[in-house]
């Protein structure tokens, strides 16, 4: 898959304010181009089912397809006690979807997160959620919304977000909010239109940095992060190099990539797409696993807490 094909986004909003409903809503009209793929009926809170398949793991991704594009979304964690998995989670992606409720306006949680986003320089796409709601005040909310961008110091051009309003309970999304489609068509398109695809080198050495750790039973510790060079293999052999320097080989055993809910094995990823690998043995949050014969170690990133929750 090339980088063209790919966009990565992080969903972000105040508890409450319906990721869970609307990337459900998402995976079910992209349901249309991936006609096997089995919908389950809360997308993010699919831990039972992560546990079926054999692979547990600690960031909620949703893989979708839509018009030939993969969209990764991941979910990210609003509390700030998970700052340091914000900001990680940050990094990997590169654009964001914000969620606001369309009665309440921005809460402390959208504001903890949207800085993050921000500060990292991302695009935002501000969803105007559950539009349906018979409260709903929109200009209101988008009022409030563009004034929180200005206090946390948005750039010119991330103040130009574009918005959408949308109902996930009802699968309807819309430029307008009197003239929703009943689709999430007009939500995907501002998605692909606006938030860029992942710049990446494709054809130069491996080099991936250890974003997110989960652990499964019988597979052991999984790496999970955007592959940021090159190509990484089932059964390659890398070189993982630790925040201190230090570095020794070991062995990609799987390599899982998203598609709807499912994480699926596949022979060979690509940089720019969100990956899980196995294998690896003991590898720490910021690692680098890198080509041996170019063993570059990638910047390192902030960690606060030394083990992520166990879901
Ligand atoms: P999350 O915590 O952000 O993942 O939010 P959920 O998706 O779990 O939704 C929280 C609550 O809001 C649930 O009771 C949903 O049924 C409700 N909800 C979600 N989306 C909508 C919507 O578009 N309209 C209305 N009226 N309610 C919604």
New binding site residues.
């Given amino acids: 898959m090339k980088p063209e094909q790919i966009r990565n986004i992080a969903i972000i909003?105040?508890?409450?304010?319906?990721?869970?409903?609307?990337v459900?809503a998402m995976l079910k009209q992209s349901r249309i181009f991936r006609a096997n793929q089995q919908v389950d009926e809360?997308v993010?809170?699919s831990n039972a089912l992560e546990r079926e398949r054999g692979i547990t793991i600690l960031a909620k991704n949703t893989a979708i397809e839509y018009k030939g594009i993969k969209i990764n979304i991941i979910d990210t964690p609003g509390h700030a006690d998970f700052g340091g998995e914000v900001e990680r989670v940050m990094n990997m992606v590169d654009g964001v979807l914000l969620?606001v409720d369309s009665v309440e306006g921005p809460m402390p949680q959208t504001k903890f997160v949207l800085r993050q986003a921000l500060e990292r320089g991302h695009k935002v796409v501000v969803v105007i959620?559950?539009?349906?709601?018979e409260n709903a005040r929109p200009d209101y909310v988008i009022d409030t919304t563009f004034d929180l961008f200005v206090d946390l110091g948005a750039s010119d051009e991330q103040c130009e977000f574009p918005v959408i309003y949308?109902?996930?309970?009802?699968g309807t999304s819309g430029l307008e909010p009197d003239e929703l489609g009943e689709t999430m068509e007009p939500l995907l398109d501002t998605i692909l239109e606006t938030l860029p695809s992942p710049q990446v080198d494709v054809e130069g050495p491996t080099q991936m940095q250890a974003t997110l750790l989960g652990f499964d039973e019988y597979k052991g510790q999984i790496v999970i992060g955007r592959l940021h060079r090159g190509k990484l293999k089932r059964n390659q052999s890398v070189t993982v190099i630790a925040a201190d320097g230090t570095t020794r080989n070991a062995r990609a055993a799987q390599v899982f990539t998203h598609q709807g809910l499912a994480r699926v094995e596949i022979e060979e990823a690509a940089a720019g797409d969100i990956i899980a690998v196995t294998g690896l043995g003991d590898v720490r949050i910021g690692d680098t696993l890198a080509d041996p014969n170019q063993p570059e170690a990638l910047p390192s990133i902030t960690v606060e807490e030394p083990t992520l929750r166990m879901t």
Avoid at 166 to 170: D, E, K, N, P, W
């Fill in positions: 909003a105040h508890v409450d304010h319906g990721k869970t409903t609307l459900d809360r993010m809170d969620l959620n559950k539009i349906d709601r949308a109902s996930g309970l009802a």
